[in-house]
T-cell receptor, first 111, second 115 residues
Framework: QKEVEQDPGPLSVPEGAIVSLNCTYS??????FMWYRQYSRKGPELLMY??SSGNKEDGRFTAQVDKSSKYISLFIRDSQPSDSATYLCATTRDSNYQLIWGAGTKLIIKP | ETGVTQSPTHLIKTRGQQVTLRCSSQSGHNTVSWYQQALGQGPQFIFQ???????GRGNFPPRFSGLQFPNYSSELNVNALELDDSALYLC??????????????FGPGTRLTVL
């Protein structure tokens, strides 16, 4: 079993829809949770990070962590075609620099 | 401010050969991490360099080695290439070593194909 599980998709939604992307993880020691966006032929770029449980909002993006169920989510409001990319979740322990990554979900926003 | 750059962009090698990939860190960053990303997978941590020394290593064999130079740029060397080494190799730089997971900035990667 992988430490971080993520549905590879693709997930296709119409422009303007609310998108929900999710990951599950197995190790309760993970404390920090990140979402990265990766466009084709590019390196990942950090979108959001959260510590422990709770929500964090940044513009159209909301990251949510539920440590009790080991479930992390990224919500995108008012989705745009430019949001079409692969979204990767990643996590790490408190003092561990090594990120453990999900496989990524390919998101397609249709105009 | 210059971002993380990597060279070459693409590379084709044959099994058994050796390859060197290069990374220039973002200005002001002294730590470099290397990742391997197979098609359709998330990145896998290879190792990290801080102050020219290896500062942690993932589950990769010794034929994966690296260097960091005084200007904080870095090289990833892979010997005795295998077909499964075909992947996107990502370099990420960060301002300080350890723990600053949220400050890793990635380069565009080098696409390595092993035939």
């Amino acid at each position: 079993q992988k430490e971080v599980e993520q549905d590879p998709g693709p997930l296709s939604v119409p422009e303007g829809a609310i998108v929900s992307l999710n990951c599950t993880y197995s190790n309760s020691a993970f404390q920090y949770f990140m979402w990265y966006r990766q466009y084709s032929r590019k390196g990942p770029e950090l979108l959001m990070y959260t510590y422990s449980s709770g929500n964090k909002e940044d513009g159209r993006f909301t990251a949510q962590v539920d440590k009790s169920s080991k479930y992390i989510s990224l919500f995108i409001r008012d989705s745009q075609p430019s949001d079409s990319a692969t979204y990767l979740c990643a996590t790490t322990r408190d003092s561990n620099y090594q990120l453990i990554w999900g496989a990524g979900t390919k998101l397609i926003i249709k105009p | 401010e210059t971002g993380v750059t990597q060279s070459p962009t693409h590379l084709i090698k044959t099994r058994g050969q050796q390859v060197t990939l290069r990374c220039s860190s973002q200005s002001g960053h002294n730590t470099v991490s290397w990742y391997q990303q197979a098609l359709g997978q998330g990145p896998q941590f290879i190792f990290q360099y801080y102050r020219e020394e290896e500062n942690g290593r993932g589950n990769f064999p010794p034929r994966f080695s690296g260097l960091q130079f005084p200007n904080y740029s870095s090289e990833l060397n892979v010997n005795a290439l295998e077909l499964d080494d075909s992947a996107l190799y990502l370099c990420a730089s960060s301002p300080i070593a350890g723990g600053k997971y949220n400050e890793q900035f990635f380069g565009p990667g080098t696409r390595l194909t092993v035939l």
